[in-house]
């Protein structure tokens, strides 16, 4: 039955898969082989001590993952196991809530709305009652609506006006999704949560469902995301849990750090397994990451070890300049790819994205094949997300939001006053829009009057014959009766234009592929509406930031944050200075100090054989000329571990003169004193011009700061000195 549970696994690792009931904390560190662990337990728990697939929830944070996790646990198993959970949090709330949604009023053929889609149905409503959107930005607002609803932000510390705002706009914003059969992304988890608190018989079904429940990477878990698991694992307490505090770096997103002391605290009766061999970095880069790392506070104690043999010592360089040092890095990369190491096995890492443009620049001056990671998903795409609304209405033609997308996508002469009349038609008859589409309609032109009946006609066509066609022809009907197709093979178009049409067709063509992918993932038991259904809530709930890193042979550039769960056999650390990694807005609170160190020490553990760290004596950034101290964390390092080159010296920051345009300034140096202030979610803030604000978003190097009447809603860098903190919310 099974074919290779526990091969190749350390007496550690045995002992987590083997520790079957009650809660299991599970301290992974980086590269220690936690995916193993968890798809081994899961084979174990199937093939040997036989629990049943369907009573196995295990949740990961992509859908690469879970991808993965399945593959690894369908190859450990000989017995079918399509029956075990393995998803992503949203993707299971998804799951449940059409299950179970029509207890919150909702019906179970919801559609899951997007980032892009919350922010245009906020930009409608912001419309509808005269806001300046310059004042009022409807991704802001957004944003802000978004922290509302996961309980991470307070409407009543906000300031007036944007209080009333947000007051108004939520409220209206969860009102048309509830009455268009909508949920969002925050939905997924929030209607999940409110299911279990409300309907005691809804929560037991689910409890006795997952009699064991897996989480990975629980130190990135949100305080929805514990409730929901805690309640799930309340009766039987059999919660496997696989975090690590030292690599909890997503605080700006929502994450708790906190959530692996509160399971401490709410299980007591947990056991705790350390996962301390590494299998992927040499024991050199692992000694210099438990130097730095030690010095975080409140930790559970772990020293990484590796098999692999020491390595060499990692390299610290200190350039004179920051172009010096990215020429040095050019050279060192030119060296490693005449040593026979791959593009792709190469990476830059930095600690925000305002800090690739002197790599780029190198890179492109000397035709260094790079990519910054980062760009926009294929799902993100205009021609994409208008596909993805057609078929919404092939599922549900009363899908009001899909409607508004395309139905003047192609052109159908329906006008903005058209649409208005169109829409309160709808609205004050109480059905849909596209019920509202028949011969009678005197506030259209007869041409549009045409063009929209064929639009319902071939909607209404589709789901007629949608178990009579292959999902592959009801694609190629769709593109052809819409006018999707021809608008983009129109042969008037020239220049940037025709380039850009072509381009947008062979992106409708690509999607041909996924929606063949998910027919061959599914057997003859599921209906095409089924797999319809199922695919467009797969591709809804897609990572933003999945970008794929294996289609070209290129050197990759891209923060840190970006870098998690990635490896590399050389890394280059760079720009590692005070106020620039560690950040200057952490230096005022230990704290974000700490999630700064763990920052560098995922950084450090993304190394297999090399890791250099870099800096320079004199910046060019911001418009300026600085001279910054070295960062505290090169100092952490065990000197022993470090091969120190160039030009390292004790620590200076420079406040520079004004110089000339064509000459660089002769810096003053002082000893380093901290200036800039910390900022938080709730924070109020004084700037300079702007007076009195509250912030409202907080991201890896801005801040969102809403002011009163009439400034309205800006960002600003975080450590810019025009600003000054007079109250935070964290105390």
Not at 31 to 40: E, Q, W
Not at 331 to 342: A, E, M, T, V, W
Not at 542 to 550: H, I, Q, T, V, Y
């Amino acid at each position: 039955m099974l074919k290779s549970i526990l091969n190749n696994l350390n007496d550690k690792q045995i002992e987590a898969v083997k520790h079957v009931d009650g809660p299991v904390m599970a301290v992974a560190g980086a590269g220690s082989g936690k995916t193993s662990v968890l798809t081994n337990r899961i084979a174990y728990l199937v093939g040997e001590v036989g629990v049943s697939p369907n009573n196995i929830l295990a949740i990961t944070f992509t859908n690469k993952a879970a991808g993965e996790m399945r593959s690894r646990v369908f190859s450990l198993i000989d017995i079918p196991v399509r029956g075990i959970w393995i998803s992503t949090f949203h993707a299971m709330g998804a799951k449940i809530l059409r299950y179970d949604i029509h207890n919150l009023g909702y019906d179970s053929d919801f559609q899951i709305v997007d980032g892009d889609d919350t922010n245009i149905i906020i930009k409608n409503i912001l419309k509808n009652h005269n806001y300046d959107l310059k004042s009022f930005y409807p991704k802001i607002v957004a944003n802000v609506v978004s922290k509302v609803k996961g309980n991470l932000f307070d409407i009543d510390y906000l300031e007036e006006p944007i209080k009333s705002v947000i007051a108004q706009v939520y409220p209206e914003y969860n009102n048309y999704l509830k009455s268009n059969n909508l949920v969002d992304f925050q939905d997924l988890l929030v209607l999940t949560l409110r299911l279990f608190r409300n309907f005691p018989d809804v929560l037991e079904k689910y409890q006795k469902m997952f009699q064991y429940i897996l989480v990975d990477e629980f130190q990135d878990t949100n305080d929805l995301q514990y409730s929901i698991v805690k309640l799930l694992a309340k009766e039987h307490h059999n919660l496997f849990i696989v975090g690590d505090e030292d690599q909890s770096i997503y605080a700006f997103r929502g994450s708790n750090i906190q959530n692996i002391k509160k399971f401490m605290k709410d299980f007591p009766d947990y056991h705790k397994i350390v996962l301390d061999q590494n299998y992927r970095s040499k024991h050199n880069i692992l000694k210099a990451a438990n130097s730095v790392i030690k010095n975080n506070s409140s930790r559970i104690p772990k020293d990484l070890f590796s098999t692999l043999g020491e390595g060499e010592k990692v390299v610290h360089y200190k350039a004179g300049t920051d172009e010096e040092e990215a020429y040095y890095i050019y050279d060192k990369i030119r060296f490693l790819l005449n040593q026979g190491y791959s593009k792709s096995e190469i990476a830059i890492l930095y600690r925000n994205n305002s800090m690739s443009r002197r790599f780029e620049d190198i890179f492109l001056k000397n035709n260094l094949a790079h990519k910054v990671i980062g760009n926009i998903s294929f799902y993100k795409r205009k021609e994409i997300k208008d596909i993805i609304a057609y078929l919404h209405l092939v599922i549900n033609k009363g899908d009001d939001y899909s409607f508004s997308r395309v139905c003047n996508m192609p052109k159908r002469g329906l006008g903005p006053t058209s649409y208005a009349k169109l829409e309160e038609l709808a609205r004050n008859n109480h059905i849909k829009m596209m019920d509202t589409i028949d011969e009678d309609m005197p506030y259209v032109s007869k041409k549009s009057k045409a063009a929209l009946i064929k639009l319902k006609e071939t909607i209404v066509d589709l789901q007629d014959k949608i178990e009579e066609r292959n999902l592959l022809d009801t694609f190629d009907v769709l593109l052809d009766k819409s006018g999707y197709k021809s608008m983009l093979e129109n042969n008037d178009l020239i220049g940037e234009k025709a380039f850009e049409a072509e381009r947008r067709l062979d992106n409708i063509n690509e999607f041909k592929t996924i929606i063949l992918e998910k027919i061959k993932d599914y057997d003859s038991g599921f209906t095409n509406y089924e797999i319809l259904a199922i695919m467009l809530n797969d591709l809804t709930l897609r990572e933003e930031a999945e970008d794929s890193l294996d289609d070209g042979d290129y050197i990759s550039l891209m923060t840190v944050h970006s870098a998690k769960g990635l490896e590399f056999r050389a890394v280059f650390i760079t720009c590692l200075e005070q106020t620039l990694f560690p950040s200057s807005q952490s230096l005022q609170e230990r704290d974000n100090v700490e999630e700064e160190r763990r920052l560098f020490y995922v950084a450090l553990t993304r190394a297999k054989e090399l890791a250099f760290l870099t800096n320079c004596m004199s910046r060019f950034m911001y418009g300026h000329y600085m001279e910054n101290l070295d960062s505290q964390f090169l100092d952490e390092i065990d000197n022993e571990l470090l091969d120190r080159r160039g030009m390292y010296q004790p620590k200076k920051i420079s406040i520079e003169k004004p110089y000339h345009r064509h000459k660089k300034p002769e810096p003053i140096v002082y000893q380093y004193e901290k200036t800039e202030q910390n900022v938080h979610l709730g924070d109020k803030i004084e700037h300079k011009t702007f007076g009195i604000g509250v912030v409202v978003d907080v991201s890896q190097d801005k801040v969102t700061v809403a002011f009163k009447s009439p400034t309205g809603i800006k960002m600003l860098l975080k450590d810019h000195p025009s600003y000054k903190v007079l109250e935070s919310k964290n105390g």
